[in-house]
Nanobody, 115 residues
């Protein structure tokens, strides 16, 4: 049973920070590429950030310089540090794990950025 469980979402004011966590089980975590996606109402699910098994990171242009993805293989957990949050960051954030084609998703966690 593969499980990806996101946590850390919530309501924050613009300019503040949140840190999301995704705890994985049922996979050999250290060998998987991990990523965060987000989906706002009425929009497609888009890649936010990814981190390879070797630690290489990539970010969507919209979050570069504000968000940071990291992983702790000892804890089977991937994180997304979100700083300088903007209202347009409001979305459900999903954790993803993959090795090539095999692809697993978490249930999502809501992030709302509003004053």
């Amino acid at each position: 049973q593969v499980q990806l469980v996101e946590s850390g979402g919530g309501l924050v004011q613009p300019g503040r920070s949140l840190k999301l966590s995704c705890a994985a089980s049922g996979i050999s975590f250290r060998f998987y590429a991990m990523a965060w996606y987000r989906q706002a109402p009425g929009k497609q699910r888009d890649l936010v950030a990814s981190i390879s098994s070797g630690g290489s990171t990539n970010y969507a242009d919209s979050v570069k310089g504000r968000f940071a993805i990291s992983r702790d293989n000892a804890k089977n957990t991937v994180y997304l540090q979100m700083n300088s949050l903007k209202p347009e960051d409001t979305a459900v954030y999903y954790c993803n794990a993959r090795i090539g084609t095999p692809n697993y998703w978490g249930q999502g966690t809501q992030v709302t950025v509003s004053s």
